[in-house]
């Protein structure tokens, strides 16, 4: 059993930057991959990134290229976040997922789950 809390999120302006971190809670965490969705309001969760269980591997999808940075810190059990040159479209709840060995950006897919952190981008 994993248990994700995420937290970071808040109101920052166009071309800002957040930093989102997902404290995770149970054995064996460096054996899951992990990844950030992020659900827009009155739309799907859509994949952001993702991140290999060593740390060695990421996966952007093509609206954070570039813009985003996942990162994850096995010794503290913490997947980070780094969001920077932040858009109006970037503004939803996001989710921090965690799945056992490879990571994928399939939501249905996924093992675990956080509650969400909200980030709102004003233009």
């Known amino acids: 059993q994993v248990q994700l809390v995420e937290t970071g999120g808040g109101l920052v302006q166009t071309g800002g930057s957040l930093r989102l971190s997902c404290a995770a809670s149970?054995?064996?965490?460096?054996?899951?991959?992990m990844a950030w969705f992020r659900q827009g309001p009155g739309k799907e969760r859509v994949f952001v990134a993702a991140?290999?269980?060593?740390?060695?591997?990421?996966y952007y999808a093509n609206s954070a290229q570039g813009r985003f940075t996942i990162s994850r810190d096995n010794s503290k059990q913490i997947v980070y976040l780094q969001m920077n040159s932040l858009k109006p479209e970037d503004t939803g709840v996001y989710y921090c997922?965690?799945?056992?060995?490879?990571?994928?950006?399939?939501?249905?897919?996924?093992?675990?789950w956080g509650q969400g952190t909200q980030v709102t981008v004003s233009s």
């Open positions: 991140i290999s269980g060593g740390g060695d591997s990421t």
């Open positions: 997922a965690a799945r056992w060995n490879d990571y994928s950006v399939d939501e249905y897919t996924q093992d675990y």
């Open positions: 149970g054995r064996s965490f460096s054996s899951y991959a």
